[in-house]
């Protein structure tokens, strides 16, 4: 059984920053490509960041580009997306989730359908 648990949202003002976590158990981080997507009230949810399963290759919405940074350690299983320069408009439900494998090592999926496995999201909020 896959599961991903993100951590680290919150509650900040516009201008700070949060690192999110998202921890996996039930398989092996490092053979999948990783992304985060976000939904916000009364919105559909939409891609935020994505890093390939190599770890060489990112993309960013443009939304978040220059701001917001993946990363993953494979030896602990984590990913994670620092988030700086933070806006009210950045207020999301934020999820992370991992491919189904097999990719190019350069692959950074962008659409929900290319992953099969989400946590169950963590709330971040920004104050103006």
């Known amino acids: 059984q896959v599961q991903l648990v993100e951590s680290g949202g919150g509650l900040v003002q516009a201008g700070g920053s949060l690192r999110l976590s998202c921890a996996a158990s039930g398989r092996t981080f490092s053979r999948y490509a990783l992304g985060w997507f976000r939904q916000a009230p009364g919105k559909e949810r939409e891609f935020v960041a994505a890093i390939s399963w190599s770890g060489i290759s990112t993309a960013y919405a443009d939304s978040v580009k220059g701001r917001f940074t993946i990363s993953r350690d494979d030896a602990k299983n984590t990913m994670y997306l620092h988030m700086n320069s933070l806006n009210p408009e950045d207020t999301a439900v934020y999820y992370c989730?991992?491919?189904?494998?097999?990719?190019?090592?350069?692959?950074?999926?962008?659409?929900?359908?290319?992953?099969?496995?989400w946590g169950q999201g963590t709330q971040v909020t920004v104050s103006s």
């Open positions: 989730a991992t491919d189904g494998g097999g990719g190019y090592y350069y692959a950074v999926p962008r659409i929900e359908s290319d992953y099969d496995y």
